[in-house]
Structures are given as C-alpha cells and as structure tokens.
C-alpha cells in the first residue's frame, strides 16, 4: 500500500506517513491501555478494538495511595489520527490528576476545561467516564459525560443497575452549565461491573438493527459468575463481532470488574 500523503506545506514538500510508522503509532496508543488488574477483592479486565489503523479509545485502571480503584474512560470525538492524539492527552492529564484531584468532579471539571482550552477551535471534544470502587465499603462512585450507561449486574436478584447520565461531551463548553453530581451504588460479591463506548451498542447487523444495551444485559443474565472478567470480555467482543462483523465503523472499548469475596 502507498505511503498517505499530506499536502500541508508550500514549494510541493510533503510529509509521507507510512503504513509502518501508522502501525507504530497504533502499538504507542495501545500501550495506554492497562492491563488486566487480579485483586484479592476483584479483577479487572480492559479490552479493544480499533475501528481504524488508530483509535479515539483509552482506557486507564489505577491503584490509590488510599486503596481505592480509579477507572476512567474516553471516546474522543471522531476515529484516526486526530482523536488518538486527544485520546492521548486526555489519557496524560488524567493519570496526573486522578490521585490529586479532591474528588471526581474536581477531576471532571479541570479536565473539560483542558479540552476546551487546546482543542476547542480544532473541534475536539470527548466523551468521559470517571469511577471510583471502594472495596472497604463495597460502593463505586462515579460521573458521565455523554457515555453510555454502564452497566451493574447484581447476581443474587439477577436485577440491574444503569450508572449513566445526559451531560453534554467534555470540551462543547468552558465551563458546565450544572453542578457536577457524584453518583454511587452499592455492590456485592459476585456481581460485575460494565463500562464500554458506544462502539459496541451501536455495532449494526446487514439488516441495520443495533447490537443494543438489552443483549449486553442478556449476556450478563445467562453468564457463570465463575467467569473471569478477562473471558467475559473477550466473549462479549466475539458476539459483538458475530453480530456487526469485524471490521467495526466505530472503536470498541470495554472496562469488565468482576467483584468476589466473602459476604
């Protein structure tokens, strides 16, 4: 395949980004993403698909001085090369800020005005989800920013809960126009956790039917609790793909904590 050629400067110089540096630049963002985290009181796994030689998704799984889990979650506007590098300064910002912010609205809010600051003029702007797990309480707090609803499977009740919100994209504004809200539920062993972006609901079948939330919260109803979080997202990938294919129109991203322990 021929190098991709930008035209950008005068007297017919070019620059040729080649399909080995587009492939080097795919493994540097993959780098981002943590890897499979194995607690006495949960595990977590991180999955990804790329819609494109390089994604809009990260992803970031990190231990606190106090014990608690922070997770956090980006899908930056568009796919290819502009959204992995916003992807990678969001990716940045929040690792330096996540154990130093007073809370996740702290957080939230120095983070949309990051991305207003340097990529609003450019168009950039980023869906966000930020979490905290609390094993010594058993609780996850969390906010949305224009992601899909997370999924909570309680196993005992085979009940759900949706931890989502309707607030605009971070970077649309300078400031947000409402208070921040933290949200917070309440787990037990043997229930799991869903967070992914809306690559896997919006996956479309040849008849153009969506993959959906319902038959996300199908595969959680039916799977063991004995599954580990690694298999259950690499499932769940294999049955998105089974149903929209395997060359996704979007990035597929997915954060799977499947909580254990003694009652």
Same mark, same amino acid.
């Given at each position: &395949? ?11 110089? +070019? *620059? ?9 630049? @795919? ?7 943590? @890897? $499979?985290? /194995?607690? !006495? ?5 991180? @999955?990804?698909?790329?819609? $494109?030689?390089?994604?809009?998704? %990260?992803?970031?799984?990190? =231990?606190?001085? /106090? ?5 956090? &979650? ?23 800020? +996540? ?12 983070? /949309?005005? #990051?991305?207003?600051?340097?990529? %609003? ?6 869906? #966000?989800?930020? +979490?905290?797990?609390? !094993?010594? @309480?058993?609780?996850?707090? #969390? ?35 409402? $208070? ?13 956790? =869903?967070?992914? *972006?809306?690559?896997?609901?919006? +996956?479309? /079948? ?15 109803? *039916? *799977? !063991? ?28 991203? &997915? ?9």
């Amino acid at each position: &395949m021929q190098p991709t050629i930008d035209p950008g400067e005068p007297n017919h110089h +070019a *620059t040729l980004i080649t399909d080995r540096e587009l492939a080097l630049a @795919r493994e540097i963002h993959r780098s981002l993403l943590p @890897r $499979d985290c /194995n607690l !006495p009181e949960l595990e977590i796994a991180v @999955r990804y698909r790329e819609a $494109d030689r390089l994604g809009g998704d %990260y992803a970031t799984v990190q =231990l606190k001085s /106090n014990g608690d889990i922070f997770l956090a &979650m980006c899908d930056a506007c568009g796919h290819g090369i502009a959204s992995a590098l916003l992807a990678a300064r969001v990716n940045s910002f929040v690792r330096d800020h +996540a154990e130093q912010s007073r809370d996740l609205c702290d957080l939230a809010e120095n983070l /949309n005005r #990051f991305i207003f600051e340097h990529f %609003y003029l450019s168009g950039g702007s980023a869906a #966000f989800l930020a +979490a905290e797990i609390r !094993p010594d @309480r058993q609780e996850i707090l #969390f906010n949305s920013w224009a992601q899909p609803p997370g999924l909570l499977y309680h196993s005992k009740t085979a009940t759900f809960e949706r931890l989502g919100s309707r607030r605009p994209a971070m970077g649309m504004m300078q400031e947000f126009r409402q $208070d921040c809200k933290i949200e917070s539920v309440h787990y037990q062993p043997g229930d799991r956790l =869903l967070f992914y *972006t809306d690559g896997i609901t919006e +996956a479309r /079948n040849s008849a153009g039917e969506f993959f959906g939330i319902e038959r996300l919260q199908q595969f959680l109803r *039916t *799977t !063991p609790v004995s599954l580990s979080s690694a298999e259950a997202a690499e499932t769940i990938l294999v049955q998105v793909e089974t149903f929209g294919g395997k060359e996704p129109c979007d990035d597929r991203l &997915m954060i799977v904590v499947s909580f254990r322990g003694r009652d």
